[in-house]
């Protein structure tokens, strides 16, 4: 039970990621809103590093493991 619950933190968790990859830089923006863009990216990738951490921590799979854990070095 717990495998499964994992393993679809981990998917949620890399879609996130490839998500977060596609986010455009902001263009033309004052420095406030430059701020909250940023912000924003920063509180997301934490967020996605806990998870990954999480997941890493709990995962069983050693492939899986060593590919949680190529993600969280790089």
Known sequence: MANVTYDL??????????????????????????????SYLYIKYVQIYKNLEDCYDQHVHPQKRNDIKDVLEA
């Not at 977060?20 to 909250?36: A, G, N, R, T």
């Open 9 to 38: 933190l981990w998917r949620e968790t890399m879609r996130d990621l490839l998500d977060m990859l596609e986010l455009d830089p902001p263009q033309d923006q004052d420095e406030e809103e430059s701020f909250q863009h940023f």
